[in-house]
């Protein structure tokens, strides 16, 4: 069962983060709530934000600003790249970020492995808006352990995109040093892995020990920041680490323009401008980060 907490009569769904924060959505319906092995699911109609998906009961996406993470997450690596062909999901049940990889013309095949089919179900049901592109043919959808994929797996990619949950519960392994030294492994010497890296304002000791994690293994760290309305705090970040690659002096704009594209956050003033973060960051995080 999702949160559902009353006032005034009336039914909000809640995320209670960290124990110490509270946000919440007035509630139209519950369309779904399941346990899966890994989590619980539930997604939810809001009144304003459409339909809602939640993990253990924090947010994970939403009709209404998934665009936002979706596009930055997407977007910022796969137009600095100058041709990526193949890439890597871990994680993305709800299938946004595919959504937004495969808008790329040179993506020759997407792999995408979630853990919790549970999440992919719920969403194909429910949340069409991240999971519509979840039958296409240059995508190959395996139900699995991303942890276990990355230590297996003799494949080689040039992107590859950490979309997880907070470090709890199936998404904890996903910050951890084994996992992005097989990251490391896969990645063809111009790849770039990009992650959800949480909030700076909230967070900030799991942004450290990220980062200290991939400067263990890259040569080229950064974090960059963007906005939306459902995540604690409302600014949210994503971690680049690469070895050759640049994610500001390799960026050539002119790819934006000529893939004809349209977006609704991501723009090629966005995609340097993301790198830039307030002082509070540097002050906290300035020393793992060199971008
Ligand atoms: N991944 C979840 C980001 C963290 C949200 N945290 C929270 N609400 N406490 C989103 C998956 C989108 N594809």
């Not at 006032?7 to 346990?35: A, M, P, R, T």
């Not at 092995?37 to 809001?46: A, N």
């Not at 993305?92 to 595919?98: K, Q």
Request: hydrophobic letters at 35%; glycine letters at 6%.
């Amino acid at each position: 069962m999702a949160h559902i907490h009353k006032v005034n009569g009336q039914d909000y769904v809640i995320e209670i983060f960290e124990d110490h924060y509270l946000q919440g959505w007035k509630l139209e319906k519950e369309l779904l709530s399941k346990k899966s092995k890994f989590q619980q699911v539930d997604v939810v109609k809001t009144k304003s934000l459409g339909n809602m998906l939640l993990n253990d009961n924090l947010v994970m996406t939403s009709d209404r600003d998934e665009f936002a993470y979706h596009e930055m997450m997407a977007h910022v690596p796969l137009f600095t790249h100058p041709d990526p062909k193949n890439v890597l999901i871990i994680g993305g049940g709800d299938g946004g970020t595919a959504r937004e990889v495969l808008r790329h013309k040179s993506v020759a095949s997407c792999v995408m492995v979630e853990i919790d089919e549970v999440v992919v179900e719920a969403c194909k049901e429910f949340i069409p808006t991240t999971s519509n592109e979840l039958d296409n043919s240059r995508l190959e959808l395996l139900i699995d352990d991303g942890v276990k994929y990355v230590a297996e797996t003799n494949r080689k990619f040039d992107v590859v995109l950490v979309d997880s949950t907070d470090p709890i519960g199936p998404g904890a392994p996903l910050f951890g040093e084994e996992f992005y030294k097989n990251v490391k492994r896969l990645l063809n010497p111009k790849g770039v892995v990009v992650s959800q890296a949480e909030s700076g304002w909230y967070l900030k000791e799991n942004q450290q020990s990220l980062l200290s994690v991939l400067k263990n293994q890259f040569k080229n760290i950064g974090l960059y920041n963007y906005s939306n309305i459902t995540y604690p705090g409302g600014l949210w970040s994503f971690s680049w680490a690469s070895d050759e690659l640049h994610p500001i002096h390799d960026f050539n704009e002119r790819r934006v323009a000529e893939s004809g594209l349209d977006f609704k956050y991501y723009n090629s003033k966005l995609h340097t401008a993301a790198f830039c973060l307030p002082q509070f960051y540097y002050n906290s995080i300035g020393e793992y980060i060199n971008i």
